[in-house]
């Protein structure tokens, strides 16, 4: 399975200030995802990154608050921007060739807002 | 949404196998069940999945009911470190995990 390495692993960051989260896997890969986890809860789907085009946003989630790139099959960015405390959560990626041969996800970025 | 419903905690003594239950009764004929874990403070890892016919493999086992409206995860031999938040999801669209709320297993000494 492809191995991610996500950075950085953890921030804490001022209100009003935006946080890019990079996504690095060690081969090419068909599906990248970007997952929220708020604390104490379950994994939320931010948005499906598509190589070359726009990202595909989740209800509730809009692209000038999480704007997302993926400039190849190996990499992707979610920018967390103008951050209030509720965005403290962790976030992670998730990848694969598709979900019939399960998806790998990436350790998480731990996200504070103060 | 999650089409899932799993209890949101369960025990299991070391060395004793734990079932863990989903049910899913509005699955449609071509969705797969998947079941991941999330051991504490790292990211969800693949387990099993199934569509139809019961599945193992080196981690688990997937017993999934003929009407497929329910299935459970088989842990054989649980270990200490088998302890988790264990998630049943079944996939909505476009390759797409949704994750609903899971089961917390404890195992305990």
């Known amino acids: 399975s492809a191995v991610i390495s996500q950075k950085p692993s953890r921030d804490i960051c001022q209100r009003g200030t935006s946080l890019t989260i990079q996504c690095q896997v060690d081969?090419?890969?068909?599906?990248m995802f970007w997952y929220r986890q708020q604390p104490g809860q379950s994994l939320t789907l931010i948005a499906t990154a598509n190589q070359g085009s726009e990202a595909t946003y989740e209800s509730g989630f809009v692209i000038d608050k999480f704007p997302i790139s993926r400039p190849n099959l190996t990499f992707s960015t979610l920018t967390v921007s103008n951050m209030s405390p509720e965005d403290s959560s962790i976030y992670l990626c998730?990848?694969?060739?598709?979900?019939?041969?399960?998806?790998?996800f990436g350790s998480g970025t731990r996200l504070t807002v103060v | 949404d999650a089409k899932t419903t799993q209890p949101p905690s369960m025990d299991c003594a070391e060395g004793r196998a734990a079932n863990l239950p989903c049910n899913h009764s509005?699955?449609?004929?071509?969705?797969?069940v998947y079941w991941y874990r999330q051991i504490h403070s790292q990211g969800p890892q693949y387990i099993i999945h199934?569509?139809?016919n019961n599945e193992t493999n080196e981690m688990a086992s997937l017993i999934i009911t003929e009407d497929r409206k329910s299935s459970t995860l088989i842990l054989p031999h649980a270990t200490l470190r088998d302890t988790a938040v264990y998630y049943c999801i079944v996939r909505v669209d476009a390759d797409k995990l949704i994750f609903g709320t899971g089961t917390r297993l404890q195992v305990f000494p």
């Open positions: 081969s090419q890969v068909t599906m």
């Open positions: 509005t699955i449609s004929g071509n969705e797969y």
């Open positions: 199934g569509l139809k």
């Open positions: 998730s990848v694969g060739r598709a979900a019939n041969y399960g998806y790998t």
